[in-house]
Structures are given as structure tokens and as C-alpha cells.
């Protein structure tokens, strides 16, 4: 993993892709058509409680757009929004290793049509792979940069039982350990700030397990009401409240300096339509959120990383 320069308080995945590839890198986030076991019936029908896949996908939800147009979008939109010269390709929508190798290939080999590609991730359930997916996304680390995207929430069963997640944190582990049997896959976690009936001991707790893993990248943002989902039912029942901005700061500041140090934060917050969008509300301003909590870890002279522990 490259190094952050120290005057940076935390790890950020841009920082990370220009020492990598030396010029502005885009991810493109698509959906590639695939469903998901926790809400086809093969483990539950309801999904997870915040889950309304939309909500969470929304750039790269376009209805009857094949992946090819997709692609072709996304990189016409980081050229002129960003300047950027390269582009990763992210299969986000649902569970993107939900189907037979043979499928999968078909789908990421759509890749190898774009000069300007020079990596793949691969947004799934650590219980959706196995040592034959494993093998067909490692083919593709000769060429590409490869990340494997695990959601995991929360290092707690209990937590991961009421979300109803639909699987275990030893499946996480068992997920890990395959995938570093594949050296150059790198690994990105994300995790969930605000679940219902988190302390924040718990929330540190998942931090300083990420820590001792190294895992390679995390995505960190808050829980977030969308509407129609079990979590809106929840809400209106008084039974869920979501993170106040300043108790998600707060948590933010300090699961960050549990982290290894080394950890690229691929992201520190979320983007939901307004449309589509029930609480915290505060998550709308987006470059507000990033500066306070820029600005937060300079007041504070803190940093990821200042409790990492190795053991
Ligand atoms: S694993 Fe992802 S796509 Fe599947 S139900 Fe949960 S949030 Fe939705």
C-alpha cells in the first residue's frame, strides 16, 4: 500500500489513486443487471432493513441503459466533471458475484473494451464468493487494478442479525482469508455509523478489528431512512432515531483513529437523492459534512490511525 504524506489527517482514496496512477482516476459506478440473495429468496425476501437498492445506486441506476452505455457515460462525466484521465469500473449495484463464473466473466470482461480503464471493484456479500469467483477476479490483477468490496455493517451478530444482514461476521473473516490468498485483490469494507442500538464502544469495537485485519480500504458513511424500507417503518414508529451531524462527527473522528493508519478512506459519507431520502437530512450537503470534518480533526490535532494498535 503507498503511503499518505503526513500533513494529511486522514487517508483519502483520491490521495491514493494519484500516487498510484500519477493523474486524476474516476470510478464509475454501474449496475450490471445483478440481483441480490437477501432479497430474491435464496436467504430472505426482505432485505436488509435500510436496503432499498436505489437509494444507494442512484448514479448509477439507468433503466434498460446496457453496461457498455454505462461505462461509456461515466467516463464521458469524469473526463468533464473531473478532468480525469483514468477510470475504475464499479459494479455497486446489489451483489455483483450473484451469478455463475461463466456470467460474471461476460460482465467484467466488458472492461477490457475501454483503453482508459485500469481497474475493476467489485461491490458484494462476503457470503457470495467462493474459490472459483475468486480465481476469475484474481485473472483480472495482471492488467487491473482489483479491489473486492465487502459490506459487513458491523463486527456484532447482534447487530447484523437485527439489520438482517443474512451473515455472519466468521463468513467476513472466511471472505478475508480467501481473498488474501489472492495477494493482489485488495480489500475494501464497509461499514455503517448510526445502526440501531450501536454504542459507541461497539462502533470502536468494529474499528479496531478493521485495524488489526489491514484491510487495504473502508467506506464509512451514516445509516440512512430511505423511503419505503423497513428502517422508514422503524422511524415513524419512534423506534429508530438517526445520528444527530454532530454525534456522526464525533464518531467518525474517533473510528478513524482507531484505523490502521494505511487504510484508504474510499469514502467518509454517503450520497442519497433527496427524492428518495426520509433522515438525517444533514447528509445532503455533502462538501459541508467532508470540510467539518476536515476541519474537526485539525481543531482536535487528531488523525487516523493516533490508537491504531497492532495487537
Ligand atoms: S446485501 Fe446489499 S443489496 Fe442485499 S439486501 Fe443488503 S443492502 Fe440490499
Excluded at 461509456?72 to 473526463?79: A, M, Q, S, V
Excluded at 480467501?178 to 448510526?194: P, Q
Aim: aromatic fraction near 12%; glycine fraction near 6%.
Amino acid at each position: 500500500m503507498l503511503q499518505k504524506t503526513k500533513q494529511e489527517r486522514y487517508y483519502k482514496f483520491s490521495k491514493y489513486l494519484k500516487l498510484r496512477f500519477g493523474q486524476r482516476v474516476h470510478k464509475v459506478s454501474v449496475d450490471a443487471g445483478f440481483s441480490c440473495p437477501n432479497r430474491d429468496g435464496e436467504i430472505s425476501k426482505t432485505g436488509c432493513i435500510y436496503c432499498d437498492n436505489l437509494g444507494f445506486s442512484f448514479n448509477s441506476r439507468v433503466p434498460s441503459c446496457p453496461l457498455q452505455l454505462q461505462i461509456e457515460k461515466g467516463i464521458d462525466y469524469g473526463r468533464k466533471r473531473f478532468k480525469a484521465g483514468k477510470f475504475i469500473v464499479y459494479f455497486q449495484a446489489y451483489t455483483n458475484t450473484y451469478a455463475k463464473p461463466d456470467v460474471l466473466k461476460e460482465k467484467y470482461d466488458i472492461i477490457k473494451k475501454f483503453k482508459d480503464i485500469v481497474g475493476i471493484a467489485i461491490g458484494t456479500r462476503p457470503d457470495c464468493i467462493d474459490e472459483e469467483i475468486l480465481a476469475l477476479i484474481n485473472s483480472y490483477t495482471a492488467e487491473y487494478e482489483v479491489w473486492m468490496e465487502y459490506g459487513l455493517q458491523s463486527i456484532h451478530p447482534q447487530t447484523l442479525e437485527f439489520i438482517n444482514r443474512g451473515h455472519t461476521f466468521e463468513q467476513f473473516l472466511e471472505a478475508i482469508k480467501a481473498t488474501r490468498e489472492k495477494k493482489d485483490i485488495k480489500i475494501c469494507v464497509h461499514i455503517i455509523l448510526g445502526l440501531p442500538g450501536e454504542t459507541k464502544q461497539m462502533v470502536l469495537e468494529t474499528a479496531k478489528t478493521l485495524a488489526l485485519l489491514k484491510v487495504d480500504g473502508v467506506k464509512i458513511h451514516p445509516l440512512h431512512i430511505i423511503k419505503g424500507t423497513k428502517l422508514e417503518e422503524m422511524f415513524k414508529q419512534g423506534l429508530y432515531k438517526p445520528l444527530k451531524f454532530e454525534e456522526y462527527l464525533d464518531l467518525t473522528i474517533e473510528f478513524l483513529e482507531y484505523l490502521w493508519p494505511e487504510t484508504v478512506i474510499q469514502r467518509i459519507t454517503a450520497d442519497c437523492p433527496r427524492e428518495f431520502l426520509v433522515e438525517p437530512l444533514w447528509m445532503l450537503e455533502k462538501n459541508k459534512v467532508l470540510e467539518k470534518i476536515e476541519n474537526t480533526l485539525g481543531q482536535r490535532n487528531t488523525f487516523q490511525g493516533k490508537h491504531y494498535r497492532n495487537k
